[in-house]
């Protein structure tokens, strides 16, 4: 088998057809399953898709995902038509089918002493609009150990190709909080006695400042803001406080994903600290 790819069964025009349809959004609610391109991120969810589509150059490459996702049950078909499935210039070769993954958040605002740190660590996106920003947000929120990311209404799709194909995979190492507005979000964080922090480039508060203070320590959720013209006053007024990162060069401002790497990387190591 790991060295035979051939010896899969092809996909067929109707197998190709129907996962070419969960490019659309609409099909990807209706369906409850959303498409996953690249080696990286299907290693992550091999045992769990629905199905997998991969050019016999691909199976050859990646034999052991091959070989693991049957092992599985998982269906692994052949097709060299693999250009169908994705909207990225260069295909790469692999593309899985996996249900959708979000959760509720009650759950996400309990202690889990499973993290190795007993403060929750919480990402809310405030109206990300840009699929690969958004992609960045969840990479790294699973890089600096957060225990989830809640996308509030407004956000693009978490399952849209271009957000998944930007998390190479993180996508499925942390919870997923979808359809909650910020107001219900802070509200929930601060009866759970999580405290609300709104990243802004002209927040009152620096990061160095609240982690001098002992802020950072405790259990954080921070609020990130559209990429173009950040947190409106209405989301921002609902945050505890709105921080700033202290820039010293000439740089106008962040991008929305330096600035979530710093802010998170910063409270991490603060709880991790503590």
Known sequence: MTNEPTALPTASVAQLRSARRLLQRKQRERTGTFLVEGPQAVRECA?????????????????????TAVSSGVEVLLTEDIDQLTDAITPQGIVGVHRT?????DPLLQPDPANGHEARLLVMAAQIRDPGNLGTLIRCADA???????????????????????????????????????????QACRDAGIGVLAADGSGERNLDELRDAG?????????????????????????????????WGRAES??????????????????HAG
């Open 254 to 271: 962040l991008n929305l994903g330096s600035a979530a790497a710093v802010c998170l990387y910063a409270t991490a190591s603060a709880q």
């Open 47 to 67: 045992t769990t898709c629905d199905r997998i589509f991969v050019t016999a150059a691909a199976a050859e490459r990646h034999a052991d995902l091959v070989t």
């Open 144 to 186: 600096f150990g957060a225990d989830g990311v809640i996308l509030t209404t407004g956000s693009v799709d978490p399952y849209n190709p271009k957000t998944v194909r930007a998390t190479v995979g993180s996508l499925f190492h942390l919870p997923i909080v979808t359809g909650i507005t910020v107001a219900e979000a802070t």
């Open 101 to 105: 993954i979000d959760l509720a958040l």
């Open 215 to 247: 802020r950072l320590g405790a259990p954080v959720a921070w609020l990130f803001g559209n990429e173009a013209w950040g947190l409106p006053e209405s989301d921002r007024a609902l945050a505890d406080e709105a921080v700033r990162v202290p820039m």
